[in-house]
């Protein structure tokens, strides 16, 4: 029997007779075995290979450990797409490949379309599609989006229902959807700016209809800029395709070419010791709190991104051949998270010491934190 993968959905696969499922509600629909993550520092976007979020789904984009993306579905003529190819350039940016379905009036392959994205200080994507057909085709695309504001850990065990305090406020030209959400002093908003305009808004959707002639290029950016309040410090910036194809000025890139370089007869060791570099740098928070700038390794890659206590301490101390920033950035201050005389007593662990303060899921920001373990 072939082993199975795990997953957000699923990190213990095993024989569903051997687990004790209780009283636990039905896991939501997976992603897919190629579901794929793009991130950068407290931020990241969970889609399936065609760059879809389905409702319902442990997908979306979450910033700060609240979602502001829980649907995010693309459709030509009223067809979802298919995959051709689907792949992370970075950690923090993706290409997906993908041509249409059978359609009405539209044959398999008449269409080709290209899902560029990545996350920085905001999540962009940009949409290209080329028409393969000799003769114009009329073309409706149509992107469904939702935004629930769950907590991402509410997110793995059941969503509350947010629906009634989420006010709507879309723009009627189709150049914006705005989703705001606000529960005692906790507040957060979603906008999806779009270019060009969409022909019009139903409900939470953008629709835009054209005719594609042949081999002409039609494309669309979308955005969605993150809510004011920590976040990168210095996140990869401009065009889509500058960035996809690596063109564009990258702090990270600069970060990782100054670290230490290993030298060996062994390619295998080489590439090991490069392959962790990388990693070490996706891994890498680089934020600004209240004014002061804090570098921190975190985990959960690339499901999410966080400050664990105890993993953060041993790889701040394993990773001094990098550089001091890491170990540096442990040591500072840190929300809910300093070290004392009381954390570091011989009967305190320091990692059961740290707290984790969360969005509206769990509590609010500066209210009652939960432990981290």
């Not at 789904?57 to 693309?74: C, F």
């Not at 030209?173 to 957060?188: H, I, K, P």
């Not at 209240?290 to 991104?305: E, H, T, Y």
Request: overall charge neutral; proline content about 9%.
């Amino acid at each position: 029997m072939a082993a199975v993968r795990p997953t957000p959905a699923d990190p213990a696969p095993g024989p569903a007779a051997a687990r004790d499922v209780g009283d636990q509600r039905a896991m939501p629909p997976e992603m897919g075995p190629d579901a794929m993550a793009v991130l950068s520092g407290p931020t990241f976007m969970y889609s399936d290979s065609t760059g879809d979020v389905p409702p319902g789904s442990i997908g979306g984009l979450v910033h700060l450990d609240t979602r502001l993306l829980s649907g995010w579905v693309l459709s030509v003529n009223g067809g979802r797409l298919l995959v051709l190819r689907a792949e992370t350039i970075d950690h923090y940016s993706a290409q997906h490949v993908l041509t249409n379905p059978e359609l009405p009036g539209l044959p398999t392959n008449s269409l080709g379309v290209r899902r560029l994205r990545y996350v920085s200080e905001g999540f962009h994507e940009r949409v290209e599609m080329v028409s393969f057909r000799p003769e114009p085709v009329q073309v409706q695309l149509r992107l469904a989006v939702a935004a629930d504001f769950a907590d991402l850990f509410e997110v793995k065990s059941g969503v509350r229902d947010r629906s009634g305090q989420i006010v709507r406020s879309h723009e009627p030209a189709g150049s914006e959807l705005c989703f705001s959400y606000e529960n005692q002093d906790f507040a957060s908003r979603t906008r999806v700016c779009c270019s060009p305009p969409a022909d019009r808004v139903e409900g939470d959707q953008l629709v835009w209809e054209f005719e594609l002639p042949p081999k002409a290029l039609w494309r669309v950016d979308l955005d969605v800029p993150l809510p004011p309040g920590m976040g990168v410090v210095e996140p990869v910036r401009g065009d889509i395709a500058d960035v996809i194809h690596q063109r564009a000025d990258d702090p990270l890139r600069r970060w990782t070419a100054d670290r230490a370089v290993l030298r060996s007869d062994g390619q295998a060791l080489e590439r090991a010791a490069r392959q962790s570099r990388d990693d070490l740098s996706a891994l890498r928070l680089d934020l600004e709190v209240k004014g002061q700038r804090i570098m921190l390794p975190g985990a959960g890659l690339p499901w999410f991104l966080t400050v664990f206590g105890r993993d953060t301490l041993i790889t701040a101390y394993q990773t001094l051949v990098a550089g001091p920033a890491l170990a540096r950035g442990r040591c500072s201050r840190w929300p809910g998270c300093a070290v004392t005389a009381a954390t570091t007593s011989p009967t305190r662990s320091p990692a059961r010491s740290c707290t984790r303060s969360v969005g509206d899921g769990l509590t609010a920001p500066g209210r009652a934190a939960a432990p981290v373990m």
